[in-house]
């Protein structure tokens, strides 16, 4: 074998990113980056010129793009195929936002969490062929803004964590809910999707789903809690526990969707915390829908904030008790703070102000200075005080600020060196500039709004104190004064709930503990009756099998209870063995169907219910959000069999339970159209199309399909 060969030698560079210029290279000749694995030759076109372009090295670089592979190594740039990561956590360790990481096929064992940077999205290559396995115990991703995760699967041993979730030690602003799409969950015990509201920032706290499967026996397929959102499409669960919970003012839209096997199907459990109280300020008669309050709540001034910028927690101090509880959304406006670590720290001295415009309707007032130059910018806080103001109505000067709101204003604009706009508030009177005031700048406000400026207090550790997360900035802030604290309310809405001075209860379910023995003939069932005058008895009747008591069905629910009532089972024909049971009972909300806008305070509602008692003035209506599912279009097959399919399949002996497919517990609401397993039909609990007997049934009537049609059918010519 002839082993002679002739050694050619290139230019090469040993320096990462290293390209060479037009300049290196004659046409034809070759240049090797032996960092990055390239090979670039010098190209030449008449009709555009001449430049360098790399001919190998696994493709090139692509921008906003990633790769993870199998046979890939986590010291690789991931940059292109050829160059892959080999896990996902190391790719989103530098994927910017705006990312996309692709995966190929393959199984990824990852140190979990993995928390997505905002606009960064993981695409599977394909669904069945990629999978992902945690290798801890707790969560595997913590998503947030613009995350997109599509076409994978999640396979491991039980894990009691969620496949996706927000990051509970460090809360988003959220305004563009993570999707995910064509995934599918194997995990048992786990969460597939968790929208924990209370690790989130803002008004949605979403996230929304398309063609997510859960096969996570014993698990839970969507979780919805402290007042987080989600939109719900083709979620498919299997063997659940809980195929879909809304708990703790939790909200979800569900559509085409199918619950199969497991334990519970859809679950509204509850209400969130009280947001505000209001008052009645009208006499309301028995049998009443409509209701006026005075929604007014007082603004509390600030004394102290103190902020973690890492964690985003943040003290606030006010002068005096705020009456505040946890839960709460609270605006904050108007604090002055210094970033020191920024450069924020100009010096811009006192200046005297020579006019004011002010609108009492928009509450914008402009203000002019002596100074040709303020130096004052938009999102400074100014300190304001002095200001002679007069009125048509009261010719005397009135000075402003007055100390209600405070003395810090944001600097809304600069329409001119000399003249700033901030907002001091609306007034019922047009107010007319008469001379004298200074402004002063204090420092930046804080929060900026970026977040919003509603926060949920998360504690109160003392009376004039309260917790809350305004979001990590990476900055250390220092409270230099101002700021107002106020409870938030907005227009009642449709999803809120209330009660009037106390809260009432009726029946909701009656658990059969031991059936007892001996029963020939149907016991006496006797529940007692509430301790209102305007209260209704609940009832109930006895269902036997086999000489026990196997279920009572509630008749009535009975109204106006304030505790769980005794119920007596009468003895069984033979012998002593009675039957005991117990009682659910569930709380009665009424629910907003609308109400009037907000003015001076006072605004009117109008309620789905009539309050079947007189509501006087001065009682209290405290107002909470409503754990609520609207589903439409859902399936269920054999909801109640299990959560193994081994046992709950019905040709290995699963049996159905009708009652566990929709479960309201404690206030929570379920809005429905669903069909089970014998296509039996229901539009809520009101209306039942039974296939197999051809009969509709609902709450207050029962009736023959076949009987009601037929007239019909017969006028229309049909057989």
């Keep these: ?59 090139p670089d692509v921008a906003n793009v990633l790769y993870v592979t199998a046979d890939g190594n986590d010291n690789n740039s991931g940059k292109k195929l050829g160059d892959a990561k080999r896990t996902i956590k190391a790719a989103v360790a530098i994927a910017p936002p705006g990312t996309l990481i692709k995966i190929g096929p393959g199984t990824y064992v990852e140190n979990n969490p993995i928390e997505l940077p905002d606009q960064v999205s993981l695409l599977g290559d394909t669904l069945r062929e990629v999978s992902v396995t945690p290798l801890n115990s707790g969560d595997l991703f913590y998503v947030g803004n613009g995350n997109y995760i599509w076409n994978m699967s999640f396979v491991g041993a039980a894990n009691t964590g969620a496949i996706f979730a927000f990051n509970p030690n460090k809360a988003k602003y959220i305004n563009q809910s993570p999707y995910i799409q064509n995934c599918t969950n194997f995990i048992p015990n786990s969460i597939g999707l968790k929208v924990d509201g209370s690790n989130a920032i803002g008004p949605t706290k979403s996230m929304v789903l398309d063609s997510y499967t859960q096969y996570n026996q014993g698990g839970i397929g969507v979780s919805i809690t402290n007042e987080g959102y989600a939109q719900l499409v083709s979620l498919f669960t299997i063997c659940n526990d809980v195929a879909i919970y809304c708990g703790s003012g939790g909200q979800c839209d569900l559509t085409n969707s199918n619950s199969s096997f497991g334990n519970y199907g859809i679950v509204a459990d509850g209400v969130g915390p009280r947001k505000y109280t209001g008052i009645v300020t009208q006499f309301a008669d028995v049998n009443s829908d409509t209701f006026t309050l005075n929604l007014s709540v007082p603004t509390k001034l600030i004394s102290n904030v103190v902020y973690n910028n890492v964690s985003g927690v943040t003290t606030v101090t006010t002068s005096t008790s705020h009456g505040f509880s946890v839960g709460m959304g609270i605006s904050l406006q108007n604090a002055a703070f210094l970033c020191p670590s920024s450069g924020q720290s100009p010096n811009i001295g006192i200046h005297t102000i020579s006019g004011v415009s002010y609108s009492n309707v928009t509450g914008i007032a402009t203000i002019t200075t002596t100074a040709t130059n303020h130096s004052f910018s938009v999102g400074m806080g100014v300190s304001l005080s002095g200001i002679g103001f007069t009125s048509l109505s009261n010719p005397n000067v009135v000075t402003y600020p007055t100390g209600d709101l405070g003395y810090v204003f944001r600097v809304d604009s600069v329409p001119a060196s000399n003249q700033f706009t901030v907002n001091i508030g609306v007034s019922t009177l047009s107010y007319i500039y008469n001379s004298g005031g200074n402004a002063q700048f204090l420092g930046y406000i804080f929060p900026s709004g970026n977040n919003g400026n509603i926060f949920e207090v998360k504690s109160i550790p003392t009376s004039n104190s309260f917790v809350v997360n305004t979001g990590p900035t990476g900055l250390a802030h220092t409270y230099t004064g101002g700021g107002t604290a106020k409870i938030n309310i907005q227009r009642p809405y449709e999803g809120q709930v209330v009660y009037f001075g106390e809260l009432y209860y009726t029946l909701g379910k009656i658990v059969v503990g031991s059936g007892g023995t001996g029963y020939t003939s149907t016991p006496t069932v006797t529940i007692d009756p509430p301790s209102t005058s305007w209260g209704i008895q ?154 197999n007997t051809g009969t509709i049934s609902g709450a207050f009537y029962s009736k023959s399909l076949f009987s009601a049609m037929t007239p019909y059918i017969l006028a229309l010519g049909g057989n």
Excluded: W
């Design 538 to 691: 609940a009832t109930g009747v006895a269902e036997i099998s086999n000489g026990s008591v196997v279920a009572i069905q509630i008749i009535s629910n009975g109204r106006g209870y304030t505790s769980s009532p005794t119920i007596t089972i009468s003895s069984p024909n033979i012998g002593i063995n009675t039957a005991t049971v117990s009682i659910q009972i569930r709380p009665d909300y009424y629910t907003i169907q609308s109400s009037t806008a907000i003015s001076s305070g006072i605004c009117t509602i109008k309620l789905n219910e009539n309050v079947p008692y007189a509501v006087g003035v001065g009682t209290t209506t405290p107002f909470f959000k409503q754990s609520r599912i609207l589903a439409s279009s859902h399936s269920f097959e054999y909801i109640g069999s299990g959560t193994q399919i081994s046992s709950a399949l019905p040709s290995t002996g699963g049996v159905a339970i009708q009652d566990n497919e929709i479960d309201m517990r404690s206030g929570g609401l379920v809005v429905y159209t669903s069909t089970d397993q014998s296509g039996n039909f229901r539009i809520g609990d009101g209306v039942v199309v039974n296939q």
């Design 1 to 59: 074998m002839n082993t002679d060969f002739t050694l050619i030698k290139l230019k090469r560079s040993g320096q990462e990113n290293r390209i060479p210029t037009v300049f290196d290279l004659d046409l034809g000749e070759l240049a090797i980056n032996t960092y990055d694995a390239k090979v670039y030759t010098k190209r030449y076109r008449p009709e555009v010129g001449t430049d360098i372009i790399a001919v190998s090295g696994a493709g």
